[in-house]
């Protein structure tokens, strides 16, 4: 069966890091674009990032570049998002998404269409 599991969320001051981690089953996440949203209470979902499959292209909304940093580990079959410098506005329910048959591209892979699974979420929270 296909899974995503996020972990890595909780609370932090800001201008603090976290780091959060998607493990997939049932497909090789290396081959697939792996992307990460984020949903805060009474918003619609946005793409913060991805990474392309078979190569490594990143590509990262405006209000994160310079901030967050996204990877992937093959052997381990895991994404991450590397948080810096968080603000209070990256408070949110993230989620991992796999995008298997790599129909995204460019901006398009920041828009949710393109992505066949999703991970249950993990809540980041900051605040003072």
């Known amino acids: 069966q296909l899974q995503l599991v996020e972990s890595g969320g909780g609370l932090v001051q800001p201008g603090g890091s976290l780091r959060l981690s998607c493990t997939a089953s049932?497909?090789?996440?290396?081959?697939?674009?792996m992307g990460w949203f984020r949903q805060a209470p009474g918003k619609e979902r946005e793409g913060v990032s991805y990474?392309?499959?078979?190569?490594?292209?990143?590509y990262y909304a405006e209000s994160v570049k310079g901030r967050f940093t996204i990877s992937r580990d093959k052997a381990k079959n895991t994404v991450y998002l590397q948080m810096n410098s968080l603000k209070p506005e990256d408070t949110a329910v993230y989620y991992c998404a796999a995008d298997r048959y790599r129909r995204g591209w460019g901006t398009y892979g920041l828009t949710p269409e393109p992505y066949d699974s999703w991970g249950q979420g993990t809540q980041v929270t900051v605040s003072s």
């Open positions: 990474i392309s499959g078979g190569d490594t292209s990143t």
């Open positions: 049932g497909f090789t996440l290396d081959y697939s674009h």
